[in-house]
DNA sequence: TTGTATGCGTTATCAG
DNA sequence: CTGATAACGCATACAA
């Protein structure tokens, strides 16, 4: 008993086709009956049915977001709610809807995309994770189906897809030389997953740094965990223990630099005095910690808001070459970082 | 240039409507050409189209999900993305979609909800928030479309809709007698919002604990603040600045306790020896603090996942009464809280 | 400027 | 057990 497009044909005494114009705002309709037929809409009440309009337009306007397996991970970090708060502004500006993935294995993700993009449920996508050999983006890049990636993708594909991500490399380099003009000379690294290609790329700059200011590098001050906040812990507790331990530590995330604040505590090492510690992401809680970090903020919301421009950009004009889009990143000092004093 | 159920059709000799029988499993049809269009649909690589099965059909397999107005605040409050989880992992077990609103504004949520049911975009709608006078709620009530809240519905909605909640009355009661077997007599009340229910709930809770114990309720214990976290910071300057300051608070949402935990640390009175903290949430950030949060475990996943049951089961029959599902809550003993002493 | 006719890819009804 | 055929609601090519 739904009303349709024809009903609001007969009661303004046009044909269907006419309301269908009305409705796509077609300039060869005469001003009298689009104001006829709006007004009829309005009074009946009449909405477009999504389906059919999909169903004959073959387009969906509607963006799949894609989260990364590790099933509990995603949600936990605060970067995938800030991210999805940045695709989420684009999309509703533009009057994109989103479709969220719901899988939680690898095989489950790559079902689910090649089902989502078959069974045209969705227009284009957005993929929030970025691994070595994925196939999910293989499967994509054969369909040529249009998709943005946030992060780095892998190094033979840099110029086949689309992405956004910061340039870590840069941004560790940058961090390292914040510590080094701070004076401290013993500076950690404390990194997550070490084949993760962000860890990768900021234990380079950090690397870079320490080379360029004629600083011998020292594998035993660079560690890596896999779990986002014991991982901190373990590191301090490992750090701690070399010969002669470091004087200040960058922590590759924020909550992980959490975990190595709260250790640090335990041991009453007391930060920022006799320990510096930097961090990189700047989510809600690097500034609610005590004391408050100093990180690096990479603009999570604009990543999630790029990523969502361009993939509508691929949407709308396929043929245009994929690009990489690197977002700015900004130091933020708060509290946990002080010029090293012997 | 897609292949649709026609070239399956062609291909293995058949009719149309036979292979659409095979799809959906028809039990009158002979195994023999089950196979065969089965291998058919294979070799074909064939999707069935869900725009035009969501038209036929009316009927789209996806759940709606309405996120809070405040346009940032929802991400930044990590209880939403612990719902989020709980209503993926269900709608993933049962194979349902999930379709993500984006609206910024109140006006917009309307609209935008409105557009969904009339527009037959999604099923069912799972709201993660609740008002009083939501006209959402009292157009998804006149349209008998199915939905759920997560959260308190207004009094005079109790037995029209369909919700999921915890018992914040009595959880706050049990926080506030937990305080009381510790020895603490003068408890502080630190809440969010005083019009939103959880903070009006809990609030009930912890009075009807002292007045239990027989202790005097004193209004000027009791502070409301909007901020999620600076709110917590403001409410222990008030509170210690009282002839005689509380030797306990119950903070009604872990951020907020985050903040009331540095402004402590600032004014070097020490938790828990000086001051008990408690909290309600337990969300990831809770155990992340320094020193780890005491906190109410509210189940935030089940939340959501109940809420995602509950709509499908509202879809599959509409008829059904509507109902209020409460989930269990459960005390973490962490760090910040202890026996009282002189 | 507007109407007619047809198709989008499925499912469902009705025959056979 | 299977095949024709008519919807589902909309958009567009072609006519008028």
Not at 174 to 201: C, P, Q, W
């Amino acid at each position: 008993m739904t009303i349709t497009i024809k009903d609001v044909a007969k009661r303004a005494n046009v044909a269907p086709s006419t309301v269908s114009r009305v409705i796509a705002n077609n300039p060869n309709i005469s001003m009298r009956t689009k104001e006829k037929v709006r007004s009829v809409m309005e009074e009946l009440g009449y909405y477009p049915n999504v389906n059919a309009r999909n169903l004959v337009n073959n387009r969906t306007n509607v963006i799949g977001v894609i989260m990364p397996s590790a099933s509990y991970a995603p949600f936990q970090n605060p970067f995938f709610p800030e991210v999805l708060r940045g695709i989420t502004a684009e999309a509703n500006e533009k009057r994109y809807g989103l479709y969220l993935s719901t899988s939680q294995t690898e095989e489950a993700i790559l079902d689910e995309v090649k089902d989502m993009v078959h069974s045209r449920r969705v227009d284009g996508l957005i993929l929030l994770y970025s691994t070595i050999d994925d196939p999910v983006i293989d499967f994509l890049l054969e369909k040529s189906f249009p998709f943005v990636i946030v992060g780095q993708p892998a190094e033979q594909l840099r110029e086949a897809v689309s992405f956004v991500n910061n340039d870590n490399v840069k941004a560790a380099k940058m961090m390292t030389e914040y510590l080094l003009l701070l004076k401290h000379n013993r500076i950690a690294f404390i990194g997550g997953r070490s084949d993760a290609f962000v860890t990768i790329d900021r234990k380079s700059g950090y690397c870079e740094a320490l080379e360029a200011a004629g600083i011998e590098l020292d594998e035993s001050l660079m560690v890596y965990h896999d779990e986002i906040f014991e991982g901190g812990e373990k590191a301090v507790i490992e750090l701690m223990s070399r010969k002669t331990p470091p004087s200040a530590m960058i922590v590759t995330d924020d909550l992980m630099a959490l975990g190595v604040l709260r250790m640090l505590f335990s041991m009453n090492i007391s930060v920022p005095d006799d320990m510096s510690v930097v961090s990189f992401n700047n989510v809600l809680m690097s500034k609610l910690s005590t004391p408050p970090l100093t990180t690096l903020d990479i603009r999570i919301f604009e990543l999630g808001y790029k990523a969502a421009q361009m993939v509508r950009q691929r949407i709308l004009d396929p043929e245009t070459p994929p690009k990489g889009l690197i977002v700015d990143h900004h130091l933020i000092r708060r509290a946990t970082s002080k010029t090293y004093v012997e």
